[in-house]
């Protein structure tokens, strides 16, 4: 672990790798040090925020230091379903890959319990882990100049759903009609860190 200043009100929390990421995104949401006001999970790193009226980032520092990461990393208690259509244009080759049938893909990707690891490359766009199981997905060799808002999408061991129409290089097995970033809701992110997701397979 390796602490850094990030600014004059945040830490930025070097770690190995994902799973020790939130192993302690775990533990700190769990029992936040006084003071901290977000927290904010990445690949490899954990951004903590804090109100300098509260506290200091010295005394942050030393509180994550003795934090005791909490293996499993399920943290909160919300859920979401995600219904899917899996007709997407790669679910072919992704099957190819892992060596299945597409109905076994669908049948896998909609039987595993999904959890939100962090958040990046567009607002609402959370990266999902396998609650067990590994999804070893290559992206695309080229990535589409266009993906539709609501595609579901396979790539380096997570899934994830576009929020808007955009560029994209992940393997796209199907597509869902909800919303996962509205501005009009509060908060506008349905797949935030720490949700549950299962996706249900419709027609």
Known sequence: MRVLPSGSTALLVELADLDEVLDLYAALEEDRPPGVVDLVPAARTVLVVTDPAQTTLDAVEAAVRRTVPRPGRRVG????????????EDLGDVAAHLGVDPAEVVRRHAGTEWTVAFSGFAPGFGYLTPADGTWDVPRR????TRVPAGSVALAGGFTGV???ESPGGWQLVGRTDVAVFDLSRDPAALLRPGV????????
């Open 196 to 203: 549950r997701v299962r996706f249900v397979a419709v027609s």
């Open 162 to 164: 576009y929020p808007r």
């Open 141 to 144: 060799p080229s990535p589409r």
């Open 77 to 88: 208690a919300e859920q979401v379903e995600v219904p899917v259509v899996y007709d997407g």
